[in-house]
């Protein structure tokens, strides 16, 4: 058995809990970091399988209100670049492909009252407050109904019911049915942007990325961190007796602090064992709370050809396997391969997802013929990835609670309990599920020890 000491232990060496642990080292305290998996970075995950060529099976784009995650990159000295997006997007329902101007045009009226469902969305989201969703003045009937129901309810076509669901499921990674409505509305408000997050363009929230690849973010931190970061120390039970917390790993790594912040998802939070038990409260948020199901596939090709015809690598597609896609190259001046980023999510992760490689291989070299034409079924690689079997993860973009889940338990989600405090990006106030509410919530949970240290 070893013993380590420090003033915060913090679990898990994802962005939420790095973050959190740079900060309490700033104020001058001593942090201890225990990461479970052999490597940082936990959902951000560069993968380089050829030279030069940076393929994020994690985390990927920040957005132009990012600032938390711009600031770092800059802190850190990495260079931001512009997504591509000049050209058409590629449209497929009811078995006919369209580009652009042709989809809007042959579907205005469709396309019209999607419009006006998100404008609904917005003004619903304006009576949520994300600090307590559960207090709105509808919260009780909004959470008790599925995204789904009410999406059914709206009278749309079935052109623009199925448009809305894959752009609903891009963002949530789980089919409509299995979201209340409160919490979708409770991802518009957390990002601080209308229901047009739903839109194609994802409001925004993919309009950057990082040269040379998002994973230097997390190594970087933890390089500041130095032997302050354990590796491979799955965190198995915290107990806290008097003022002395004590966090046990698997392979009998003992650590004692005062205070610590656990910088999980509520699923694999709530797997920790606590002594004393953790609130009732708080452990059913955790059973409430699956992390979705989201798979990438990049496709490369010798150059990024559809560019020249004017198309921008994005499709929506009602057929599958892949729903959406978009231009995943490298920087215009490095030059490099030709990469779309095909997403199965949702259903399509948890079925075509599960196909053999070589099958689902197969259905998106079709799709992406069907789309981007005769070469794209003639790819030199293809680069795939799903979170669901990765042990420390299980499952991904995030997590948000099943129906009634923010009205009887939400309020537990970021609540101390003591000495423990509660980071990873679902506990963030601000664009919660994406690396800016890793950092929001980091920094919160940072906040709340240093407090608590005086
Ligand atoms: C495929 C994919 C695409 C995404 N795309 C984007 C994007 O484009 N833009 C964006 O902003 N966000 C994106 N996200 C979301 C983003 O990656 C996350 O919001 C963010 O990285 C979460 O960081 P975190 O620290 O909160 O949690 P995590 O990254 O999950 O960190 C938790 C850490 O805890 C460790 N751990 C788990 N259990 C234990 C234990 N018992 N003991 C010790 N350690 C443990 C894990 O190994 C992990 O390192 C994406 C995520 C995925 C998976």
Redesign the pocket.
């Known amino acids: 058995m070893s013993v380590r000491e420090a003033d915060v232990i913090v679990?898990?060496?994802?962005?939420?809990?790095l973050v959190a642990a740079r900060e309490v080292l700033k104020a001058g305290r001593e942090p201890l970091v225990?990461?479970?998996?052999d490597r940082?970075?936990?959902?951000?995950l560069t993968e380089e399988p050829v030279p030069g060529v940076f393929l994020e099976?994690?985390?990927?784009?920040?957005g132009d209100t990012?600032h938390r995650m711009a600031a770092l990159a800059a802190e850190l000295g990495i260079a931001l670049y512009q997504q591509f997006e000049d050209g058409d997007t590629s449209y497929e329902f009811g078995g006919r492909v369209l580009r652009g101007d042709a989809f809007h045009a042959a579907y205005a009226d469709d396309l019209e009252h999607v419009e006006r469902v998100l404008r609904e969305l917005d003004a619903m989201a304006e009576t949520v407050d994300v600090a307590a969703p559960w207090l709105a003045p509808k919260a009780d009937e909004w959470d008790r109904i599925t995204v789904g129901q009410w999406y059914d309810a709206q009278g749309l076509s079935p052109l623009g019911r199925e448009l809305i669901e894959i752009c609903t499921v891009g963002i949530l990674a789980v089919p409509t049915v299995e979201v209340s409505l409160l919490g979708l509305l409770v991802n518009v408000v957390t990002c601080g942007v209308t229901a047009d997050l739903l839109s194609e363009s994802e409001g925004g929230?993919?309009t950057k990325r990082f040269v040379g690849g998002t994973g230097q973010i997390p190594q970087r931190l933890a390089d500041e961190l130095g032997e302050r970061v354990v590796l491979s120390?799955?965190?198995m039970s915290i107990d806290v007796s008097g003022d002395v917390v004590t966090v046990t790993c698997r392979g009998g790594l003992v650590a004692t602090g005062k205070q610590a912040i656990v910088?999980?998802?509520p699923t694999?939070a709530g797997?920790?064992m606590y002594d004393p038990p953790l609130p009732g409260v708080r452990d059913q948020l955790t059973q409430r709370m699956p992390q979705a199901s989201?798979h990438?596939s990049f496709i490369l090709y010798d150059e990024p050809f559809w560019r020249d015809e004017g198309l921008n690598a994005q499709l929506i597609s009602d057929a599958g396997p892949a729903r959406m896609s978009n231009d995943s190259c490298m920087p215009e001046e490095t030059g490099g391969p030709g990469i779309i980023l095909a997403f199965l999510e949702g259903e399509n992760a948890r079925v075509e997802g599960r196909w053999p490689e070589e099958q689902r291989q197969a259905a998106l070299r079709e799709e992406m013929a069907r789309h981007f034409g005769p070469r794209a079924a003639k790819p030199e690689l293809i680069v795939e990835g799903g979170?669901v079997e990765r042990e420390?993860?299980r499952g991904?973009?995030?997590a948000n609670p099943g129906p009634c889940g923010w009205i009887h338990f939400g309020a537990s989600l970021s609540e101390p309990v003591g000495p423990i405090k509660w980071?990873?990006?679902e506990t963030a106030l601000q664009w919660s599920?994406?690396?800016?509410?890793?950092v929001d919530?980091g920094e919160r949970a940072a906040r709340e020890v240093l407090a608590d240290l005086g």
């Open positions: 679990v898990g060496a994802g962005l939420s809990g225990l990461e479970a998996n940082v970075g936990g959902r951000i099976l994690g985390a990927q784009w920040i990012h929230a993919q120390s799955p965190v910088a999980l998802a694999l797997r920790i989201a990438k979170w420390w993860t991904c973009y995030n980071a990873a990006t599920g994406y690396m800016e509410g890793a919530a």
